[in-house]
C-alpha cells in the first residue's frame, strides 16, 4: 500500500497507520480506498486476530474527512449560488461504515485530534485506548448534518450523546474517559505499548470466541433502523441551502488555514 496508509503485520496483530499527518490524517478518496483494502486483507487474513488503527505523527489520530481536498474539487470555480456538495465528499463516513463491517476487533490508538468524521471512525471501533493528547468533537450539527447520531450513544449514553452532537464543543481525554468514550488514558509515550499489550492479550484468545463475542454485543448495542435513519436525513439535509453555505464557510477556513 502507497504512503497515505501504512499496513503492518506484527504476529497476529494489524497495525493500520493513516499517513497524511501534514492535514492531520484527514481521509480523501484514496485513503478511503486503502482503507477498504486494508479492512478486507485483515478480514480475510487467518493469522491476524486483533488491528490497531492509529494516526501518523504526535498532532491528530484523524481529522475526519479531507474538506480542503473536497472543496478545492468541488466549488474551486463556484460561485454563491452553487448546490450543495455530493455526499460521495464525505470520505470519512464510508470509511467508518467499511470499518463497522469488519468480523475481527478494532482498537484505536487515538492520538492528538479526532475531530468530525474521525471522531465518528473512533467510536466505530470495538475499543478506543487514548493518549493524553487525545481530543474528540462531533461537529456534523455544525455543518448542517446529522454525523454520529446512530453511533455515539453506543459509548455515552442518549442524553450525554445530544450533548456532544448539539454542542460540537471539544472532548478532552479525561473527559472521554469519564463518560465512556474512551477505555483507557494514557501518557502519550506510552499509547503504544499499552495498545500492543491489549492487543496481544485479545490475540491469545480464541478467534471464534472473541469474533462471536462482538457480533452478539454489536446487535446487543445498535440498530439498524437509527443507521438508515441517519443516512435518509443526511441525504436530505445535504440537498439544503443551510448545509451548502455552512460546508463552504468551513472549507474556506480550512483552505484559508493550510495556505
Not at 5 to 30: M, Q, S
Not at 203 to 208: E, I, L, R, Y
Not at 231 to 238: G, I, Q, S, T
Not at 244 to 251: D, L
Request: charged share 25%; net charge negative.
Amino acid at each position: 500500500m502507497d504512503s497515505v496508509l501504512t499496513f503492518e503485520k506484527r504476529g497476529h496483530i494489524a497495525v493500520i497507520t493513516l499517513n497524511r499527518p501534514e492535514v492531520r490524517n484527514a481521509i480523501n478518496p484514496e485513503m478511503m480506498v486503502r482503507l477498504a483494502e486494508a479492512w478486507l486483507e485483515y478480514d480475510r487474513d487467518d493469522e491476524l486476530r486483533v488491528a490497531i488503527v492509529t494516526g501518523a505523527g504526535d498532532k491528530a489520530f484523524c481529522a475526519g474527512a479531507d474538506m480542503a481536498e473536497a472543496a478545492l474539487g468541488r466549488y474551486e470555480d463556484a460561485d454563491a449560488d452553487a448546490p450543495p456538495i455530493e455526499g460521495g465528499h464525505d470520505w470519512a463516513a464510508q470509511a467508518a461504515v467499511r470499518l463497522v463491517r469488519v468480523d475481527k476487533p478494532v482498537i484505536a490508538a487515538v492520538n492528538g485530534y479526532a475531530y468530525g468524521g474521525g471522531a465518528i471512525f473512533a467510536v466505530c471501533c470495538d475499543i478506543r485506548i487514548c493518549a493524553q493528547s487525545a481530543r474528540f468533537r462531533f461537529v456534523g450539527a455544525t455543518y448542517g448534518l446529522a454525523v454520529g447520531a446512530s453511533m455515539l450513544p453506543r459509548a455515552v449514553g442518549g442524553p450525554m450523546a445530544k450533548e456532544l452532537i448539539f454542542t460540537a464543543r471539544v472532548v478532552d481525554a479525561e473527559e472521554a474517559l469519564r463518560i465512556g468514550l474512551a477505555n483507557h488514558v494514557v501518557a502519550d509515550a506510552e499509547l503504544e505499548s499499552v495498545v500492543l499489550e491489549m492487543a496481544e492479550q485479545i490475540a491469545g484468545n480464541s478467534p471464534a470466541a472473541i469474533a462471536a463475542s462482538k457480533e452478539v454485543i454489536d446487535i446487543a448495542t445498535s440498530t439498524k433502523d437509527a443507521g438508515r435513519r441517519e443516512f435518509e436525513h443526511n441525504v436530505a439535509l445535504r440537498q439544503s441551502e443551510d448545509h451548502a453555505a455552512r460546508f463552504r464557510a468551513a472549507a474556506k477556513r480550512v483552505v484559508d488555514r493550510d495556505a
